[in-house]
């Protein structure tokens, strides 16, 4: 288990295009299992590897629904529809959110960490958490995106409490 460093706006490396990975080896799995055990650890739902300081097209999803951690090299947004308008935060934006506008379902498309293509559909939490993180390997913010901005509110220590409970390992 390692815990990387993450890197917070606005350092550069969040505004840089990530680079495609030519195959999995050994050093993107650990990067992979260092990804989610980074986000884990600050109770994220989703990161991408530009916001550890590698620019390779690589994140880590985990919105807490049936399909637990989802690793993907490479990925690509195949299909769009729909519209959800609500907050987004980011763990390399600490203490701010805002209100953006993305599309209700997703389906997506990338590697597992086997090299195994992988196609997943997902709607509201995970649609935009998929979008955020595409995002963020392009080198876009969700502050670039927002319709407004505000400081986010503390969370109760009871509901963070509940959710390392709830396994989010």
């Known amino acids: 288990m390692a815990i990387r460093n993450i890197v917070k706006a606005p350092d550069q490396v969040l505004r840089e295009k990530a680079k495609p990975v030519p195959q999995i080896t050994p050093n993107i799995q650990k990067l992979l299992t260092d990804m ?10 989703g990161l ?23 690793e993907m090299v490479n ?10 308008f609500g907050p987004e ?17 997703v389906k997506v498309k990338g590697l597992n960490r086997h090299g195994e293509e992988i196609v997943i559909e997902g709607t509201e939490l995970l649609a935009r958490a998929f979008q955020h993180e595409v995002d963020h390997l392009n080198g876009i913010l969700f502050t670039d995106l927002a319709e407004k901005i505000y400081e986010r509110e503390p969370e109760p220590e009871v509901l963070r409490t509940e959710v390392r409970k709830e396994g989010r390992k």
């Not at 990925?75 to 959800?84: K, Y």
Request: charged share 25%.
């Open 48 to 70: 991408a590897a530009p916001q550890i300081g590698i620019l390779k097209r690589v994140i880590v999803i985990d919105v807490g629904d049936d399909n637990g951690l989802i």
């Open 36 to 45: 989610a055990d980074t986000m884990y650890d600050a109770e994220g739902v």
């Open 75 to 84: 990925p690509e947004i195949l299909e769009m529809d729909g519209e959800q």
């Open 89 to 105: 935060g980011c763990l390399s934006i600490p203490g701010l959110n805002g209100d953006v506008k993305r599309a209700m379902r």
